[in-house]
């Protein structure tokens, strides 16, 4: 079960925040929450993943470990699809936990500040993962393009519970709920395309997203889009 250093992760979290600036008027309930997190150890970060082989030739629906999947906007414009990179990343349940206590106990600026601060980890975690996984799919003279979660469009969020078991997210105790919800809440799903040649994907989860314009996230050139 890879891990991930929760010190790093934060470290980079604090160095987004200072360059960007984000959220200037609530900078100290971000700092206290950034340090809540370090003092009691709320975040235990890891991943896992699997590239899996398509058991058929690419089509609309892929073939996948014995499992059906509808994502054409996977299928490459150029290239060959030879299989699918199904990962899956944690904060653990500490995090969410706390941020309900602080709600609890009506910290409410402490406990949105605290929660805006798992979801950068989050995101941090992800981008590790990603990088993980292409180094696993160039290692075997593989391209990856392409990125979809469950909900995103192209990919409906009922596929939650296949993208986990090609995970194994069990593994790193992520399970999905009856609303196709994760648990840890503070988890991502995602699969990517693999195969030979791969030109990179010209869409994202962002093209049609209403938030764009607004999006910290969309439009911070320091990282892609969640
Ligand atoms: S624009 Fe922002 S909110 Fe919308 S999908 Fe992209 S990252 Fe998510």
Redesign the pocket.
């Known amino acids: 079960m890879p891990e991930l250093k929760s010190r790093s992760l934060l470290r980079e979290v604090r160095t987004e925040l200072a360059v960007h600036g984000a959220f200037p008027a609530r900078e100290r309930f971000h700092r206290e929450a950034e340090d809540l997190v370090e003092r009691e150890n709320l975040a235990a970060p890891a991943f896992s993943f699997r590239i899996a082989e398509l058991d058929a030739p690419a089509q609309q629906l892929l073939q996948v470990g014995g499992e059906t999947l509808y994502a054409p906007r996977l299928l490459p414009e150029a290239g060959e699809l030879t299989g699918l990179a199904c990962g899956v990343v944690t904060l653990g349940p500490a995090l969410e936990r706390r941020v309900a206590s602080l709600f609890a106990e009506k910290c409410y600026s402490l406990a949105l500040a605290l929660d805006d601060v798992g979801n950068q980890l989050l995101l941090a975690a992800t981008r590790r993962a990603q990088d993980r996984m292409l180094a696993a799919a160039r290692a075997q003279n593989l391209s990856m393009a392409g990125e979809l979660r469950p909900g995103d469009p192209g990919l409906a969020l009922q596929t939650q519970g296949l993208v986990l078991r090609l995970a194994d997210a069990a593994s790193i105790g992520v399970e999905v709920n009856r609303g196709h919800a994760l648990t840890p809440l503070k988890s991502i799903s995602m699969v990517l395309g693999v195969g030979i040649d791969l030109p990179p994907a010209r869409w994202?989860?962002?093209d049609e997203?209403p938030?764009?314009a607004t999006?910290r996230?969309?439009n911070c050139p320091a990282q892609p889009?969640?």
């Open positions: 994202s989860r962002c997203c938030s764009r999006c996230v969309a889009a969640a």
